[in-house]
Each structure stands twice: as C-alpha cells, then as structure tokens.
C-alpha cells in the first residue's frame, strides 16, 4: 500500500522557506509570486513542481529549504500582538481538553490567533471554533492568520464582550485567555456541557489565587493548576547538553470541569502528579 | 444558537467515574452493566439518561461523579506494560509534528496504544494510523484499548518487524517509540513524505547521542532535542504551591525532517529556544 | 608538602555508616559502643583507627561503608518535625548572604537546627550564631543536634518571641525560617547591619506576595525571589538519565537587603538573570 | 548585646556600588580615589564613613547605592575567561563536599578563580586552598581577583600539570574544573585523604558518560550526578511570577568519594532524591 501522495509542492500550496541562518518564512506558492530577502529573490515558480524537502537557491545563490509549514513553526510565528501561548502550552491544553475532530470549542480572546489555529486544526472541517474578542485590530489579525492557513471556515469570529455571556450553550470546551477569567466564570458555565473541559492560561500567581475560589463557588470540580517548561539541548551528538537559556515561563495552566450537582461532597484534590 | 446537545449520559457512551479519592474507573454504559468497588456498586441503569458532570451514589452511598473521559485521563489510564509517553510528550508530539485530521501517520512500536489513542484520536476518521509492533500480546493490549475508544477504525495495527522496512511510502510522519531507532532511520526515510515529520522518544542521554550522527547521515536535518517538564501546583487558592514532588523525566525527544538534496549546505542549528 | 593527616577513625570522632542499601547512621566512635542494626552489631572498637573508606563487617557479616560524615547528608538526616530547607536551599543562601568565618548571624526559627548546623560550620569558631525559637521542644532538639556535632559552642539559642524584637544590632546576616515574616520586617531592619543581608524562605506564593510590600515599605531594596532546583541522574555511564521523579518545591527564597536613606529613587529592578 | 559595629564603610574597604539600573561596580576606597561612570564621578571621599546601605551621588546628580560586597556579586563579576560556575552551583558544592573553616582543598583548573574565592573564604585563615593551573594568563587573572578580595594568603596558586599528579596528599577535598576530569581520576585519589569529598562540573553528558566508569574502577563509590536550576521571580507583590528566561545548563555536578578497599560489595545507587 503507498500512501496518498502530496510529496510535490503544488500551487497555491502554503510553504514554509527557511533561509541559512535559519529564519523562517511562510509563503503562499502564487505562480509569478516570490519572497524578497536580504539573501535574494527566491521565485515560487521554480518551487512549484519541487519536491518537498528541497533545497532551493535564490537568484544571488543563497540556499533556502523548501518544507510544508509545521504546526508548531506557524504557532510561533504567529504575529505576537499579545501575550501568546506558546506550542509547549498549546499541546498540553489540546490533550488536557480532549479537543479532537468533530468538537464545538469556544475561545475568549482570539489574541492574534494562535490557539485558535491550533483548534481549528484539531478539530478539523466536521468541530467547529467560536473566538471572541474585543479588540478590532486583533481580531482582523487573528482572521488574516486564520486565512492563511485556509482555516476560515471552521471558525466564527465574534467582536463580542463576553461580560454579557456567550451566545453557545453546551459547547464542549471553554478557553479563557484573558488577564481577568475570574470575572467569567458564570458565563462559562452557561455556555460549557455539564462535565465540559475548561481551561486557561496566566502570567502571575495573583491570577490564580484569585481564579481558584471562584471555580469551587460555581461548582468547578477537579480542577488542576500546572505549568509546562520546555528545555532544548543543543542537537550535537559529541557534546550533548541543553542549550545555555531558555523561556522560563509563558503561563500558569489551570484546568477544571463544571458539576451538575452541589458539591457537598468535594473529591478528593490531586495533590501531586505522580499517581501510584 | 445552541451547540449540539450531547448533555446526557447515553446507552453504549464510555464514561469515567471517579470516586471520593480520585480513583478514575472507566466503563462503557451498557444497559444492566455495573461497576463493582470496595465503596460499593455502581448501576449503569441509574447513570444512563443522568447529566454528564452529575454526581451519582453507589448502593452503599458513597459519591461518584460521573464524567466523559478526558483524553489526558484516559492516556495516563493506558496500561502500562510498556515505557509510556506522558500527556506532557504526547501534547508536544502532536503540535510539532503537525498530526490533524485527514493525515496519514505511522507509529513504532504501538506498546500499550498510548501514542496510538492520541494519534487516531487526532487524524479524525478521514486520517489513518499505522502501527507497528512485534509483540503480540502488546500488540493485542493496544487492540482492546482502542476498540474500548471505539478507535479501532482508524488504526492499522501490524505484528511486523520494522527492520525489513515499513510497508508504506509518503507518509506525513512516522514516530519511533523503540530503545534502537538509530537502527531504523534508513527505514523511515523510505517511509515518510520528503520533508516530512520525524520524531522520537528516548530515556536516555547515550540513545540520543546514538540517533543524531545517523540523522544528519541520512539527510535529516531541523533536527530538535528537547524535553517537557510538567510541574503541578496544589491548587488551594489561599495556599498556592507547587506540588512536593514531580515526575522529573519521562525521555527526550527528539525531532527532524528528511531533506530530499544531499546537504552540502548545513542548515544553522538551532542552539537556543529563545527567538528574536 | 603533605596536608595534615587525619586518614584515621580516631576515638570520639562523629562517623558516618552506610549500609548495603544505602542507608545512613550517624554515630559518635565510643570505645564499647555499637550500632545495632537488622543486619546485625557494628562494634565500634572494631572502627577506631580503621581509615575512613573502609568497608566494615557487623556481626552478621553484612558490609558497612565508613565515612567522615558529609554535611549534606547531615543536613537531609537532621530530624525532620519542621519544614526543612534542603542543602540546595541552604548553599544558595550561604553563598547569597555571604556566610562565611567570623561573622556574627542571626536566624529565627530554630527548628530542628539544619540551617542552624550549616551557619556554624560556616562561620566556624570566631563567628557566631543566635538562634531564636519559641517551641521549647524544638530547641532541644536542635541543641541535641549541635552537640552530636561540637557546633554548641558557636551558637547561642535563645527560646523568645522575635515580635519584641531581637537582643542584638549589627548583625551581618538575619534569616527567618517563619511562616510569617512579613510580621517582622521592622525588628529585622532593627537587628541587621545597615546593608546587611536579609534572607527567608516561604513555600506558597500568598507568603511571598504578602512580605514584598512590606520589605519595600522597610526600605529594603535588591529584593530576589527565586526557587532553586536540584534534578539527580541515575549514575550509570551507559544509561545516562534524569531520575525518574525529584522534589518539585521546598520553598521560595527571598533576599534583601536594607538601605539606609528613603528610597526616593528605586534601584531598578532585576527583571532576569540573565545578565549581559 | 550588641554585635561588632562595622556599619561605616571604612579606608581601604572593598564597596559596592550599585547604579540606578542596576549595573554593579566593585571598588577599594582608597583616600582621593573616585570611580568614573557615564554617570558621573564617585568620589570614595565621599563615601568613606558613610553607612553601608546610603544613596550616594556622583557629580552629575546620579543616585549610587553603596554596600559591602556580596559574595554572589563577586562570583557573578569575577571576570569569565572561562566556563564559570555560577553561585547555584557554588553553594551546593561547597554544602556537599563539606567545605568550611580549617579545611585543605584542591581544585583544578583555576580559571578566573570564581571557585578559588568561594573556597578560599569558607575555609577561613585557618585552611588552606591548593589551586591548579597550566595556562599562565588565568592564573594572573585569579591571583589579581584572588588580592582584590584580601584572600591571597589563603590559597597557593601553581602554574602545574596535574597530569603528573598533585605535589600534595590527605587533602579533604578535590575538586577538578577541567574538560577530561577522567584522565585525572588516579591522580585526585593519590591526593584526597580516604573516604574524602571528590567533585567536578562538566557541561556535556559525553563527558559524565566518560567519567563515571573511571571513577568506579578506581574505587570510588556513593557517586551522585546532578544539576542545580535557579529560577527567578520578578519580585513584583501584586504580579508575581518567574521572570521570562533563565539560565537553563551552566553543567552536570558529579560528586563522588574513594573507598580504600576493592568494592567488591558495591553500596546500592541512589536512584532517586527521593528519601523516604
């Protein structure tokens, strides 16, 4: 059996060129189209027709490699207007809230996107992403985002305050990117199944501290305050170690899921994450 | 506009239940079924029709609460004969190597099905997972695992050594979770898509200096070392802290893309994680 | 040029024994003494002017390590009926507060006296350490703790309330081992040398948040928090690795020091550090 | 009781000078000296017998802070020539090898002599430091950093290759800061009193690979592999949280120590930090 074949770059294909030092540039492959360097003119129509994994060569000669875009490549290339999670962050969200093909999944703020195209990819063209935001400007750049990765149709935009509640009920999962959730946690509740996924992500503790009561006053249960640290090594194999610096902190991932029921009866926290 | 209604618990779901002490018990709903434990028994007859998130008693009055399964929950519940990836690595697997639905993604070995529940959970039912393994009762563990997610459909579990080469060709990514991957590069090149994605996951520092002279041999380059931390806080809002002890080290991860261009030009490593 | 000679188990010396599984007894080398075990009597007569890091038998036969004790060891075996500072904690204190011999240091709480034992072995027998605490039992127990080491005579222990204040001023180095020393910042400032060393330890982020205003407020300045990690590998050489789980927290460490003049003008503050 | 009065910044003292963004000046307050910033001039008349912890001003009006040295600083500020420990790593080395007044260490190489002043403080004027090195120009620059801090007595500098062994023998410990620690191994047990405290820093998990096996052949035992994480805070009350980057790797701290006989029985490996 071979598998579908989609080895070449076609046009209208979205590539992902990275130069020498590097750097990183996502193109859409538009015939007569070509990406301006420092380095160079490298033309899309020498690219269309290449294999992908390609080394291709500008017209001063610089080599670039021609790749399909990664995921975590466009997440963190994602225009950085505001506080972003980061692909660390945004993997353990999607496991943690179970967001897979088929799912409704609410977002609060769109930001300049970037989670929101890493739900949109998850759920693929059968779930479905609403994002609100407040912000004009951040919104039109969380679209052109969302554009160019073809994505547009599996999400709703909406410049909507979310004080006022969502307009869904029953959505699978809620995420709250913004500095206040504890302000929103009724219109979570309103908008999320019963049992649903909740998350969201914060920079300080303060923002937890807060968050935390105002979760077990509506009910949340098993709710989970986490962080994720990412640690590169330097990818020599006669000299092994982790790279000299690394980003120490993006956010505080807190997790919890509405209860039908009063909780007279709490379960049990989970105060540490070795089980067994 | 309402968001699909699937708020009740119905005939056939799989539900997690999980006791005052945070045990996590997970049953397919079958009308007649039960759930035995030592704080007495759960009847499936009184949970069908109930409210996901609804807490539910036991004949001896002890709490339940009745849940659908969180991806995360069910990967740590995964059966572990097997070195298993965590949702920490699985989380990141994913976003790095770009798994959405419609993808077609191969896996060795499928060890428990840990890695293979997330992957077919992912690729949607447009996707397919292949799997290869040469342990059959692993291998058969993995198929009830699966078939209890109702997963099945969408993976290819093969009892197959990968020494003699995978059966496929362009794959979009292939993940080797295997003590000797340097022994199978020349494989997987055959296997994946040019500029496709690679990855892998190794306990030990001496297996990752084994794989990366034998990736850069075989034209892989973008070649990513890294590990994820998780670090759980006890979420007491007034109390806040970090958990007394944490899982210090599950493996590294390693990643690359196959270039198609003998690589006279070296790409720049990536030593830091810190961009711009 | 031979440094002095001291090879020998010598009467009356404090020794450290090692069993088989690695576990640790401390015991004073009395002629006709013995350390009973499950593996049997260890006479100590049988250890007087063996060298250190000879294998000694017990009756039993089982083989036992003899050591010269080691002050990290010391410090973890130190009874345990308090929150400990562990000895990554207490080096990065001693090297931050600029512990060293002939200087005059005070500490409050006592505890069960593992700081208290790193204070004086550090500022050896021209300098001094005043210990407040106000459990009576945990006194003595740190005075028992002392005396197994001959520390007692560098240190005054001092069974009294710090919140009237400490008896002495001009102290190099104040650190509180408290749960609450945002209530003794101005007995603190009080008691240390102006542009003395301020150091404590605090294991929730609410304590950290609560005392920073209050060090701002004292004119405190060059205020640092952090947390220190200590990850251990498995020493094997050809299955190099972290372990598997480690300590994820024992406490926040805050350090300041206090400035004479209003501070109109505020010292920047280190936002990182990474410096250059 | 009051405490030795040293709160006045004497003649010929060593100061601290802190600028208003935070850039750290160490200076000798010799009579008409003056320090010359972008700043301005500080005249150290001006700062003889004020109080450590006083605002000074330069002649243009900029606001200095004047302290005693920490001890931090200087480790921080010693100039880095070479691979610098960093004082993480400093204090616990210091905390595990047991270093503090009256005691006889060995270190190699010097470098710039950061670990030479650590050492050289905590063993007091009544031990001694012996400290290796082959490249003359680090030697010169310890030494001048070493004279700086009023240290020089304490240690002995030699221009030497420890390939031939130490001159010395019984010292209570050894620490090598070397890139081949394990060529040296038979060496360091010639020089170290038995039972006594073996330590190295490496950057690379090559070279604990390299290391482990030579020590264990040369009967060394309770061998412990490790790194020291410091994470920091920004120390802001009402948004508390680590600050964005940090040091991720300085080295791998391995700490082991020489038993006299053959380990036939070897003790069992710590295998995890985990006590209890």
């Avoid at 505080?252 to 049990?268: G, H, K, N």
Wanted: glycine share 8%; charged share 20%; net charge negative.
């Amino acid at each position: 059996m071979s598998l579908p074949d989609a080895a070449v770059a076609q046009e209208g294909d979205l590539a992902q060129l990275v130069s020498p030092s590097n750097k990183i540039y996502f193109v859409r492959l538009e015939p007569g189209g070509e990406l301006q360097t420092h380095r160079g003119v490298v033309r899309f129509d020498d690219l269309i027709g290449r294999s992908w994994g390609s080394q291709v060569s500008s017209h001063q000669g610089s080599i670039f490699w021609l790749l399909q875009p990664g995921l975590g490549d466009l997440l963190m290339e994602t225009k950085r207007n505001t506080q972003i999670m980061y692909p660390k962050d945004i993997g353990y969200v999607l496991i943690m809230m179970g967001i897979g093909p088929g799912q409704q999944v609410i977002e609060a703020g769109t930001g300049s996107g970037a989670l929101t195209i890493a739900l949109a990819w998850n759920v693929g063209p059968a779930g479905h992403v609403i994002s609100y935001e407040i912000r004009e400007e951040m919104q039109k750049l969380a679209r052109k985002n969302l554009q160019r990765l073809d994505l547009s149709e599996r999400v709703t935009l909406k410049l909507q305050d979310i004080r006022d509640g969502f307009d869904e009920t029953n959505a699978d999962a809620v995420f709250l990117d913004l500095p206040n959730p504890h302000g929103y946690i009724a219109q979570v509740r309103a908008a999320l199944k019963p049992g649903g996924f909740f998350g969201c992500i914060l920079p300080t503790t303060n923002q937890v501290e807060r968050l935390l009561p105002v979760l077990h006053n509506n009910n949340f249960a098993f709710t989970e305050v986490c962080e994720i640290l990412l640690r590169h090594y330097k990818p020599n194999y006669d000299r092994l170690r982790p790279t000299d610096r690394m980003i120490a902190h993006t956010g505080y991932l807190i997790f919890a899921r509405p209860m039908v029921s009063d909780l007279d009866v709490q379960p049990a926290l989970v105060e540490d994450n070795i089980s067994e």
